[in-house]
């Protein structure tokens, strides 16, 4: 089974704050994600990648920058970070056809809060 | 934008009833259509998914229908145990297939 690992768990910064969320996958997927989980709002894309050097706009992209720097690494970065950034976020990873076959993995969660 | 509407946003059941949860969704292009499972601290996992060339798909307790005339899907879930309580998402291929797009979510309590 895919292993999606988060870091950190959990991170408090103050807004305006510069917070960097690391994703590492070990199962060799194309693909990457970063959701973010809100009450009321289920899960939303924020951005994805289907390899190195490659990154996609999801559904809720503003004030959000993403890399992917190797094939198991993706990290999502907040610059200025707002209260209204905070939020339980989530990585996934897929195979090529991961998602045509709705076969998702995801990490345990990245809970931030934006004073 | 593409949306997936969920229903209801949370629900409590007697263990041993019926839970039933639906979705429905704007895009039947694609083949699979799942329900994830979320337990509090973890991160979502597949429960169940179909084809949309089928109706019904059945896993033990959980039975997920799929109407596509009404662009709707359902989770029923029989004889609920305590264990099942948790966060239920349904969800749709997006962006030509390269993503998910998720449902609102449902919890799911059920009391012993």
């Known amino acids: 089974e895919a292993a999606v690992t988060q870091s950190p768990r959990n991170k408090v910064t103050v807004t305006g704050g510069n917070v960097t969320l690391s994703c590492r996958q070990t199962?060799?997927?194309?693909?990457m994600y970063w959701y973010r989980q809100d009450t009321g709002h289920g899960l939303r894309l924020i951005h994805y990648s289907y390899g190195a050097g490659n990154l996609q706009i999801g559904d809720v992209p503003d004030g959000y920058k993403a890399t992917r720097t190797t094939q198991e690494d993706f990290f999502l970065l907040l610059e200025l970070a707002s209260p209204s950034q905070t939020s339980l976020y989530f990585c996934a990873s897929s195979d090529a056809g991961g998602a045509l076959t709705g076969q998702l993995y995801f990490g345990e969660g990245s809970k931030l809060t934006v004073l | 934008q593409q949306q997936v509407r969920q229903s209801p946003q949370s629900l409590t059941v007697w263990e041993g009833g019926t839970t039933v949860l639906t979705c429905s969704y704007e895009?039947?292009?694609?083949?699979?259509f799942p329900w994830y499972q979320q337990f509090p601290g973890e991160g979502p996992a597949l429960l169940i998914s179909i084809l949309s060339v089928s109706d019904k798909k059945e896993d033990g307790r959980f039975t997920t229908f799929f109407n596509k005339r009404e662009k709707k899907l359902s989770l029923h879930i029989i004889d609920s145990q305590p264990g099942d309580s948790a966060t239920y998402f349904c969800a749709e291929a997006y962006q030509g297939g390269r993503a998910l797009i998720f449902g609102t979510g449902t919890t799911v309590s059920v009391s012993p």
């Open positions: 199962n060799s997927h194309n693909y």
């Open positions: 895009d039947s292009t694609f083949n699979y």
